[in-house]
C-alpha cells in the first residue's frame, strides 16, 4: 500500500490508557509479522472483482478441490466457474457471485458478518469486508460510548497508521500490534460491533478523518504517561484528545 505520511522514526515507548483503554505502545516492529493482503473492490465478489478476499475465496475453493487455477485475486472467468460448482454442490444459487450465502459456505465469516450489518453497501478499494469488520469491532471495543463522531475519528486514527510507514500497514496489523491496544489484551475486541460501529468503519474508510490526520488519541483523565502529553494536540472530540 503506498504511503500517505512520512513520520519520523520514533524511539521512545509509550503506554497510555484511553477511555476504554487504548495503550500506545511505539516500540520496534516487525513488519513482517503481518500478513499484507490486497484489496477488494465491493462488499459482494463477483466477475471484475481484485484483491485479497478473492485470494481467500480462490484459496479455499483450491483447498476443496473446486478451482484449479491460480490463487492470483483475479476473479476471472474460470473463478466464477468455480463458483458455479461451489454453488451447485451446496444447494445455492449457481449464479457465480460470492455473496452472503457463498461466504457462509465456504466459512469466511467476517465476510458474512460485514454484510450482515452493512448490506451491500460500497467500501473504500483499499479494504476488504474482513478488514471493515475488524474496524468496526476496534471502534466500537474502544469508542462505544463516544459521539459518531468519535468513533468515526477513532477508526481514522487506526487508518491512518496503516497509512503511515512508522506501523504496520494493514488493519489487522494496526490493530493487532502488541501492547497497541488494551482492548486487544482484555478481550473486548472480540465484542459484536453494532450497526453505529459499522457505519463508522465504512466512513472512515471512505475517507472522513475528523482528526485531520492524527495518529493517537488518548484521555487526559486516565493517561499515565508523560510521553503521550508531549504529543502536539490537533482536535478534542468527547473524551479523547487526537494528537499527531
Known amino acids: 500500500m503506498k504511503k500517505a505520511l512520512r513520520i519520523g522514526a520514533v524511539t521512545l515507548a509509550a503506554s497510555v490508557a484511553c477511555a476504554t483503554g487504548v495503550l500506545f505502545n511505539l516500540g520496534q516492529t516487525n513488519e513482517n509479522d503481518f500478513a499484507f493482503a490486497p484489496y477488494v473492490q465491493t462488499a459482494v465478489l463477483k466477475q471484475g472483482a481484485t484483491g485479497g478476499e478473492v485470494k481467500e475465496l480462490q484459496r479455499r475453493l483450491k483447498q476443496w478441490g473446486y478451482y484449479s487455477g491460480s490463487v492470483d485475486g483475479i476473479y476471472g472467468k474460470q473463478t466464477v466457474e468455480a463458483v458455479k460448482y461451489f454453488q451447485r454442490k451446496n444447494g445455492l444459487t449457481p449464479d457465480g457471485i460470492a455473496g452472503k450465502s457463498t461466504f457462509a459456505a465456504l466459512g469466511m465469516n467476517d465476510s458474512v458478518k460485514a ?45 491512518n497508521r ?20 488494551t482492548a486487544v489484551t482484555d478481550g473486548q475486541i ?5 450497526k453505529t460501529a459499522m457505519n463508522a468503519a465504512q466512513d472512515a474508510m471512505n475517507g472522513w478523518d475528523p482528526t485531520y490526520g492524527c ?10 504517561s508523560s510521553w503521550i502529553f508531549s504529543r502536539k494536540t490537533v482536535t478534542t472530540i468527547g473524551k479523547h484528545i487526537f494528537a499527531i
Open 162 to 181: 496503516v497509512a503511515s510507514s512508522k506501523f504496520p500497514n494493514s488493519i489487522s496489523g494496526v490493530i493487532y500490534q502488541k501492547n497497541a491496544f
Open 215 to 224: 495518529l493517537y488519541y488518548y484521555n487526559p483523565a486516565v493517561a499515565t
Open 115 to 159: 454484510l450482515e450489518n452493512n448490506g451491500n453497501a460500497q467500501i473504500n478499494s483499499n479494504y476488504t469486508n474482513s478488514d471493515l469488520y475488524l474496524l468496526a469491532k476496534c471502534i466500537y471495543a474502544e469508542a462505544r460510548g463516544e459521539s459518531y463522531t468519535g468513533q468515526v475519528a477513532v477508526g481514522a486514527v487506526i487508518l
Open 190 to 194: 472480540n465484542l459484536s460491533p453494532d
